[in-house]
């Protein structure tokens, strides 16, 4: 007879977390002696994170919506909300109790529903949670869950999907699982028919890009910050936030085209090294709108999604 699983257990912490001090905690734990590199499926902890009446700052709205690029208003854009749950996601990674090591985590997946409009008025309640642990050709992925609720309604849901390479679950059979993920050695895609030949934008990041986005969204990973910290971790140089990319493509759909309540896929492919000239297409593909970045050089993909209507 099999074991009921725990009922999880919800955590309420004080405040949004500093992101600074929670990269501290995830570069100790990530390097303490004796880490198994070996995890069970039923490894993730039951623990979930509450963070309550949370306030958006319309200076930081502000700020956000000038760096990538989205219509000023009072409507929070769904990658600002998401900006406002990672520290959340982040505190639940560096546990004790979370099996793999938030140092070298690489980002290959998001998908966000935008149920309904939120607005810098609201207070907003998070919390996340972590599941999915399973086996990758080149490690263990994890989904962090982030449930973003106001006046009691579940108005965003945020799904990241992250990989720890060189890690194995004891009990999975060889991975096959094929996503594309953000690391020096990803996969790249051959140039599409129409992708390379149909542009609708082109963007240049320049060498601070990564700087700028990690000063808006606390996200001071040094890959994307500190060139000599990006070699160390196998990239030539900085590389920009996989979720700056994904916000600016987002934010080129623009909210008429996404409407009110829409879906936000995004998958990760090649990293953009900064600085770096990208390629563009946003096009109508019927059920909604597809987008497709890549290098204006090599035709390599960096990044595609859609973004589709709720019904």
Do not use: C
């Not at 912490?13 to 070996?38: D, E, F, M, N, W």
């Not at 770096?276 to 990044?303: E, N």
């Amino acid at each position: 007879m099999t074991a009921a699983r725990p009922e999880p257990v919800v955590v309420a912490l004080a405040g949004v977390p500093s992101l600074g001090g929670l990269y501290a905690r995830g570069v100790a734990g990530s390097v303490r002696p004796g880490r198994s590199r070996t995890v069970r499926s039923d490894d993730l902890p039951r623990t979930r994170l509450h963070v309550g009446g949370v306030s958006p700052d319309p200076a930081h709205l502000t700020d956000y919506q000038r760096l990538v690029g989205e219509t000023g208003s009072d409507v929070l854009p769904a990658g600002f909300v998401h900006v406002l749950a990672f520290p959340v996601a982040t505190a639940l990674m560096v546990r004790g109790e979370f099996p793999l090591p938030l140092l070298g985590m690489v980002h290959l997946a998001n998908h966000v529903e935008q149920r309904r409009p939120l607005t810098v008025t609201d207070e907003l309640d998070i919390e996340v949670h972590a599941e999915g642990l399973a086996a990758h050709r080149s490690g263990v992925s994890v989904d962090l869950v982030a449930t973003v609720r106001a006046d009691d309604d579940v108005a965003w849901v945020g799904r990241s999907t992250y990989l720890a390479k060189g890690y194995q679950l004891s009990d999975g059979d060889a991975a096959d699982d094929d996503r594309p993920r953000e690391s020096p050695d990803a996969p790249t895609a051959p140039p599409t028919a129409d992708a390379p030949l149909a542009p609708t934008a082109r963007w240049r990041l320049a060498a601070d890009t990564g700087r700028r986005y990690a000063a808006v969204s606390g996200d001071q990973n040094p890959i994307h910050t500190n060139p000599l910290a990006a070699k160390a971790f196998g990239f030539p140089r900085a590389i920009a936030h996989g979720m700056y990319t994904a916000a600016r493509a987002l934010a080129e759909v623009g909210p008429r085209a996404r409407g009110e309540a829409f879906t936000w896929d995004v998958t990760f492919a090649k990293p953009v090294l900064l600085p770096s000239t990208v390629d563009v297409r946003i096009a109508d593909d019927g059920a909604g709108h597809a987008f497709r970045v890549w290098s204006s050089r090599s035709g390599r993909t960096h990044l595609e999604g859609a973004v589709r209507p709720l019904p």
